[in-house]
């Protein structure tokens, strides 16, 4: 649905008799908050925005500075489209301002605009491609299980794969709401799903992030089933990732490649690379952050934990898949889809923006399995493995100075502390892997 404009908005509502709006944005973790607002206020809300508490909001601002206001983005309007007993509902993003007009450090949607404001003067435009995977569960006596819904294996389907339907059902109710979807299918995993949509601009991609995983659970949950994005729900199976596809765009060609380069990739595509390498390990603490996180991030199940680049190896953190000409790419395999796309999205960018800046040589790209290395072998070759904790990650976030500028003091002291809280909480209980380990005999 075409609305870039206040007028585009208002025609689309009296074309499909919208009651209710919903303004939407995203707290520090990711996860969605909306208001509400009959079609009565979307005047209102539009030209000055509708106040709400920020002290109420995770990771916002104190009691004493509560006053915050959402200004809804035109050009997310989308009508949702589930049934409502009250009537059609639509929705639109919105970035979060101050009283007094400025808008708010602490909006997540302000941090990556940032970022790309700062591509831009470098003259550059980034497009992002995630691969978001995820399970859906039966549910029993109400409550969520991690009991899948089919036994199905990768690319397989009906009679072995029972959510074909189900998966149809998200993928139509996301091109009802203008995604254009690549592709779908079942994962490795039974229970686990992939649905792939089209690559865009940072911003819009991380917009359609958000919308997909509350879609997708809300799609499940109309079905009598449980749809998650926990980056690992199975002990023994392979979690779910967010393979993320960048590349950067320069006077309308493909930055990331050229002819006449080894690998036909550019150097800007290599110093981009050497970026990442250098700062990784400090984002996983913003692309993987959950304490469960880390139980994806293990060798043997697919994931990537080992620092190093290739061309189209599956081994390594960061590859660069066949595709040339306008399709040339570089895919970070680390980002798991429980992260805030709109943090995760920006400090990559700024990661790969200061590996240009700075020619930041990646070093030479491995061209072997390194899952069947040893670790000597792997000490030898100068590969380094991606922080094994939550904690480990939050400690080399501490101490990056690249992405404290790019988050600001407010959203990275925000991130320590609730990162923190949440490790000490993991911490001191007491799992019931302990019990069946020890208590029979010690």
């Known amino acids: 649905m075409n609305t870039n404009t206040k007028e585009d908005v208002l025609k689309a509502i009296e074309d499909h008799n919208v009651n209710f709006i919903r303004l939407q944005f995203t707290d520090i973790q990711g996860t969605v908050k909306d208001v509400e607002i009959p079609v009565t206020q979307i005047e209102k809300a539009l030209s000055i925005g509708i106040s709400f508490d920020g002290s109420s909001v995770e990771g916002f601002v104190r009691i004493d500075e509560s006053d915050m206001v959402l200004r809804p983005d035109v050009t997310t309007f989308a009508i949702l489209p589930w049934d409502t007993k009250s009537g059609t509902g639509a929705r639109m ?6 009283p007094n007009g400025k808008p708010f450090e602490g909006d997540p949607r302000y941090i990556l605009k940032k970022v790309l404001a700062e591509g831009k003067k470098m003259g550059f435009t980034f497009n992002v491609g995630p691969e978001l995977e995820f399970f859906l569960f039966k549910n029993k006596d109400g409550n969520a299980t991690t009991i899948p819904h ?5 690319f397989e389907f009906a009679p072995a794969d029972l959510t074909e339907d189900i998966r149809r059902d998200i993928v139509l109710t996301l091109m009802d709401m203008d995604f254009d979807i690549e592709a779908s299918h079942h994962e490795v995993a039974y229970g686990q799903h992939e649905i792939d949509f089209k690559y865009g601009g940072a911003l819009p991609t991380a917009d359609n992030v958000v919308t997909f995983r509350y879609v997708t659970r809300t799609i499940a949950k109309v079905n009598g089933l449980h749809g998650t994005f926990m980056p690992k729900p199975i002990f023994g199976e392979n979690g779910s990732g967010m393979h993320v596809n960048l590349s950067l765009s320069q006077d309308g060609k493909n930055a990331f490649y050229d ?31 959950l304490v469960n996180s880390y139980k994806r991030l293990v060798p043997g199940y697919e994931a990537p934990v080992y620092i190093a680049w290739s061309g189209a190896n599956r081994s390594s953190l960061i590859r660069i898949p ?5 399709g040339t790419r570089v895919e970070l395999r680390s ?14 960018l700024a990661a790969g923006l200061n590996g240009i800046k700075n020619k930041i040589d990646p070093g030479k790209h491995t061209d072997f399995n390194i899952f069947d290395l040893s670790a000597q072998e792997r000490s030898d070759n100068g590969i380094d493995t991606l922080p094994s904790t939550l904690n480990e990650a939050l400690v080399y976030l501490e101490n990056d100075e690249l992405l404290r500028e790019t988050l600001g003091d407010h959203v990275r002291n925000s991130i320590l502390r609730l990162g923190r809280a949440e ?20």
């Open 93 to 98: 993003i919105c970035d979060v301002y101050m």
């Open 150 to 154: 089919d036994f199905g294996r990768y």
């Open 259 to 289: 002819p006449d380069c080894a690998m036909e990739i550019s150097e800007i595509t290599r110093y981009f690379i050497g970026g990442l390498l250098k700062h990784v390990k400090a984002i996983t603490a913003i692309s993987n952050p």
């Open 322 to 326: 066949s595709a040339r000409g306008q």
């Open 335 to 348: 980002p798991d889809p429980s992260c805030n796309p709109y943090l995760t999205f920006a400090v990559i």
């Open 423 to 442: 490790w000490d909480l993991y911490r001191i209980q007491v799992h019931d892997w302990e019990i069946k380990r020890y208590l029979n005999s010690i």
